[in-house]
């Protein structure tokens, strides 16, 4: 039976008041996969809190920010230097949600968040993000940057910086937080690093910082890591080293550097992106010196694993809008969803946000394997966080387009959120590295790291669970096997370049599919068998832009209306040939 309308609405849908969590068909089912029970029991009360305030109180507060910029200003009324940024109530009632009601920048550096005497493991915080998301992405910048400036400062930092800034950086005590940034970008410099003019001086015994950064988000953030080449360093990448500024020195006046503009952006209105000019700012060297851009990298890593986190969090919103309007509106006197091109656009949707989510809980358990000591996963980490950065970031760009359509000419209006969803959408693939450069770090990866090497044991390992359907796992792994076969022969050939995103795209669709079915085995959900299926279907086999439509109604509908599945339904989605 096919899923019709629920409420036969005259106007548009509203969610509002409806819980994110809860009306997702997969997500609880999948936390339950990542995290063991114990600790599945303790968060999921504010996995299902937070799922009633994203579509509650949060977007209220989010739209209102979007509304309400913030403001520089310059100087006080009687001229002295003032630089402070005007941030908007509802934004200052957001960042105490994400920093001090979750602790989501803290959960990953101590305990005793949620109550829990440990560490919460990646997958509660990125589980956490991709709801807190659906309410709010410029603020996801902030919280990303101060979580991964504590990451890199314990890795590299030494211990007196550590045991200063350490409790401020991870306090739930909002009035005693430090917010954290990462000022790398300069006009002349861009993408090229190696290019970066700012200068370190050592002066009477304190490094002190010249130059522009250009594009500086979170500019007056209580901490920032800064790139920047020591008087008489070498040049390209090689001479970098990390300098960790503060805002304010210890007397509590303001470092020597200014606050030029607020930048007029497309999206993430709510949250400051500035110019600065550093004018002898008292900075501390973190690491060794000429070690700052591989020690960078790595701040820059989870804030690209945190990038894709949040665009399959905008996937999934646009996916659960797209199902809502479409359950509760009827034309032609039929619900939207029992309208053929709506369900395949649903479909389409789902596929690719379910991807997202997908290759992003798996990199979080990645993540805390690797950071465990386990050197098989820190070279899956080296090639999956591009390819997420890559391929999730792009499609989400997509997939919130598709849902303001689903909402038709209200989705255009900036009184819903869609149009600002597909604004900050947009975001994801231009952060922390264009789309070209990420792939070219896919690459990157593979040649000098061999990542690939360890994405096809891994993907052996997964596809080895004996749940997984014979015929399934045969056309994974063939599946794979040319994906990998291809990015062996872009790699090995500079004159295939231009392929390169091609390459990234085959190794993510391939990756996913598997995921997926493992996921599938792992909890006896075969939606998600379906769905690896589909990936084949869709994303990696040829297909006849003129012949019928492969789908299956029977499963369309099952998929569309979240029922259950079995093997033999999921099955029929599995193409004849690979």
């Given at each position: 039976m096919k899923p019709t309308a629920t409420l036969a609405y005259r106007n548009i849908p509203d969610s509002y008041g409806t819980n994110a969590y809860?009306?997702?068909?997969?997500?609880?089912?999948?936390?339950?996969?990542?995290?063991?029970?114990d600790v599945m029991a303790a968060v999921e009360p504010h996995f299902v809190e937070l799922g009633?305030?994203?579509?509650?109180?949060?977007?209220?507060?989010?739209?209102?920010?979007?509304?309400?910029?913030?403001?520089?200003?310059?100087?006080?009324?009687?001229?002295?230097?003032?630089?402070?940024?005007?941030?908007?109530?509802?934004?200052?009632?957001?960042?105490?949600?994400?920093f001090s009601e979750f602790g989501l920048a803290a959960m990953s550096h101590r305990g005793d968040v949620f109550g829990r005497a440990e560490k919460l493991p990646p997958a509660v915080k990125y589980g956490l993000t991709m709801l807190f998301v659906q309410a709010e992405f410029g603020l996801c910048c902030p919280l990303s940057m101060t979580d991964s400036l504590?990451?890199?400062?314990?890795?590299?930092?030494?211990?007196?910086?550590?045991?200063?800034?350490?409790?401020m950086l991870t306090t739930q005590t909002?009035?005693?937080?430090?917010?954290?940034?990462?000022?790398?970008?300069?006009?002349?410099?861009?993408?090229?690093?190696?290019?970066?003019?700012?200068?370190?001086?050592?002066?009477?015994?304190?490094?002190?910082?010249?130059?522009?950064?250009?594009?500086?988000?979170?500019?007056?953030?209580?901490?920032?890591?800064?790139?920047?080449?020591?008087?008489?360093?070498?040049?390209?990448?090689?001479g970098l080293?990390?300098?960790?500024?503060?805002?304010?020195?210890?007397?509590?006046?303001?470092?020597?550097?200014?606050?030029?503009?607020?930048?007029?952006?497309?999206?993430?209105?709510?949250?400051?992106?500035?110019?600065?000019?550093?004018?002898?700012?008292?900075?501390?060297?973190?690491?060794?010196?000429?070690?700052?851009?591989?020690?960078?990298?790595?701040?820059?890593?989870?804030?690209?694993?945190?990038?894709?986190?949040?665009?399959?969090?905008?996937?999934?919103?646009?996916?659960?809008?797209?199902?809502?309007?479409a359950r509760n509106r009827t034309a032609f006197g039929k619900a939207l969803i029992?309208?053929?091109?709506?369900?395949?656009?649903?479909?389409?949707?789902?596929?690719?946000?379910?991807?997202?989510?997908?290759?992003?809980?798996?990199?979080?358990?990645?993540?805390?394997?690797?950071?465990?000591?386990?050197?098989?996963?820190?070279?899956?980490?080296?090639?999956?966080?591009?390819?997420?950065?890559?391929?999730?970031?792009?499609d989400a760009r997509k997939v919130a387009g598709d849902g303001m359509e689903a909402r038709g000419g209200g989705g255009y209006i900036e009184e819903w959120s869609d149009a600002r969803v597909l604004r900050d959408a947009h975001l994801g693939s231009i952060w922390e590295g264009t789309s070209n450069v990420v792939a070219l770090d896919v690459k990157r990866a593979i040649r000098r790291e061999q990542s690939l090497e360890a994405l096809k044991t891994y993907a052996a390992q997964l596809l080895g669970n004996s749940g997984i359907p014979a015929p399934s796992r045969e056309k994974l792994a063939v599946a794979h096997a040319r994906a990998c076969a291809l990015a062996e022969a872009v790699v090995n050939a500079p004159e295939r370049e231009e392929d390169v995103r091609r390459m990234a795209s085959a190794l993510y669709n391939a990756t996913s599919a598997i995921i997926l079915a493992w996921e599938a085995a792992r909890s006896g959900r075969w939606r998600r068998l379906a769905l690896a299926h589909l990936v084949l279907q869709h994303k990696l086999l040829p297909q006849d832009p003129l012949a019928a439509s492969r789908d299956n109604p029977a499963l369309i509908d099952s998929l569309i209306g979240h029922h259950e599945i079995d093997a033999d339904l999921a099955a029929t989605a599995l193409p004849g040939t690979c």
């Open positions: 809860l009306s997702d068909p997969d997500f609880a089912h999948l936390l339950r996969i990542y995290l063991d029970g009633s305030l994203v579509r509650g109180e949060m977007e209220s507060l989010a739209l209102a920010a979007d509304r309400n910029p913030p403001v520089l200003h310059l100087r006080a009324r009687n001229s002295s230097d003032l630089q402070k940024i005007e941030k908007h109530p509802s934004y200052i009632a957001l960042e105490r949600y994400a504590t990451r890199t400062l314990c890795k590299f930092g030494s211990k007196d910086l550590i045991d200063r800034f350490f409790p909002f009035e005693d937080l430090y917010q954290g940034a990462m000022f790398i970008t300069e006009q002349d410099a861009g993408s090229d690093v190696g290019a970066v003019t700012t200068e370190a001086r050592l002066e009477n015994g304190f490094w002190r910082l010249y130059g522009d950064k250009w594009f500086c988000s979170n500019p007056d953030a209580d901490l920032a890591m800064v790139l920047a080449r020591p008087q008489g360093g070498a040049p390209g990448t090689k080293s990390l300098f960790l500024l503060p805002r304010r020195l210890d007397d509590g006046t303001l470092n020597a550097y200014r606050i030029l503009r607020l930048k007029p952006k497309l999206g993430t209105r709510s949250m400051a992106s500035g110019e600065i000019v550093l004018e002898g700012a008292v900075a501390h060297l973190v690491g060794e010196p000429a070690s700052g851009f591989k020690q960078m990298t790595d701040m820059i890593n989870m804030s690209r694993l945190s990038n894709g986190v949040r665009s399959a969090g905008l996937m999934l919103r646009a996916v659960g809008e797209a199902h809502y309007i029992d309208l053929p091109l709506m369900r395949r656009q649903l479909i389409k949707m789902t596929v690719t946000a379910e991807q997202g989510r997908a290759m992003c809980l798996h990199t979080a358990e990645i993540l805390r394997r690797a950071d465990a000591g386990d050197p098989l996963y820190a070279g899956l980490m080296r090639i999956m966080t591009p390819l997420i950065k890559f391929r999730t970031c792009r």
